[in-house]
Nanobody, 126 residues
Framework: QVQLVESGGNLVQAGGSLRLSCAAS????????AGWFRQAPGKEREFVAS????????YYADSVKGRFTISRDNARSTVYLQMNSLKPDDTAVYYC???????????????????WGQGTQVTVSS
């Protein structure tokens, strides 16, 4: 069973930056696509960013494009989300996810992912 643990969430002022990390147990994120999603209070979970198994391909939601960067370090079985120029609308619980199948591309649908972390809270104050 894959376990994903997110960290790095915090309270930050608008315009600030945070880096989220997602560590996978047993190296189970290696050779698998990964994604970040977020869920704000009263809203549905939404896609933020995805990275393919090698790190060579990434895909972003329009709302974060140019501000967020997804990356991975397969040697550390960790996926990151660098968030810059944060806005109050970015306030949410952020979840990382990965797939059961290896390789493939990037995926923006939550149903494409099989394993999820517990989430980390990001709060952006105005």
């Amino acid at each position: 069973q894959v376990q994903l643990v997110e960290s790095g969430g915090n309270l930050v002022q608008a315009g600030g930056s945070l880096r989220l990390s997602c560590a996978a147990s047993g190296g189970m994120i290696i050779n698998r696509a990964a994604g970040w999603f977020r869920q704000a209070p009263g809203k549905e979970r939404e896609f933020v960013a995805s990275i393919n198994w090698s790190g060579g391909s990434t895909y972003y939601a329009d709302s974060v494009k140019g501000r967020f960067t997804i990356s991975r370090d397969n040697a550390r079985s960790t996926v990151y989300l660098q968030m810059n120029s944060l806005k109050p609308d970015d306030t949410a619980v952020y979840y990382c996810a990965t797939r059961a199948t290896c390789f493939g591309g990037t995926y923006s649908g939550s149903t494409e992912y099989n394993y999820w972390g517990q989430g980390t809270q990001v709060t952006v104050s105005s």
